[in-house]
């Protein structure tokens, strides 16, 4: 089992910068990828960005460029740096973890992004 836990996130301006952080915990040492999806009202769920344990990135088209996901491995934990953020960023975020064959989610932060 893996949990995660998410903070960051809030109330930020169209045009400034937020970050969110995740931890794991658990049998943490088993996650291959972590990442960050989204959910707005009424939309599904969407990838914000992922990143195994080799390193290697994939970022949702929308946010390419302006976001940057990183990962500590030490500590368990992976980070979303977004800047330059729109109002269409606004949405619940989700801290995800994959450990074959199972996905763990965490409870999601709000970010909304304001005028």
């Known amino acids: 089992q893996v949990q995660l836990v998410e903070s960051g996130g809030g109330l930020v301006q169209a045009g400034g910068s937020l970050s969110v952080s995740c931890a794991a915990s658990?049998?943490?040492?088993?996650?291959?990828?972590m990442g960050w999806y989204r959910q707005a009202p009424g939309k599904q769920r969407e990838l914000v960005a992922v990143?195994?344990?080799?390193?290697?990135?994939t970022y949702g088209n929308s946010v390419k460029g302006r976001f940057t996901i990183s990962r500590d491995y030490a500590k368990n934990m992976v980070y979303l740096q977004m800047n330059s953020l729109k109002l269409e960023d606004t949405a619940v975020y989700y801290c995800?973890?994959?450990?074959?064959?199972?996905?763990?989610w965490g409870q999601g932060t709000q970010v909304t992004v304001s005028s």
């Open positions: 990143v195994t344990r080799g390193g290697s990135t």
């Open positions: 995800n973890a994959y450990a074959a064959p199972t996905a763990y």
């Open positions: 658990g049998s943490a040492v088993s996650i291959n990828a």
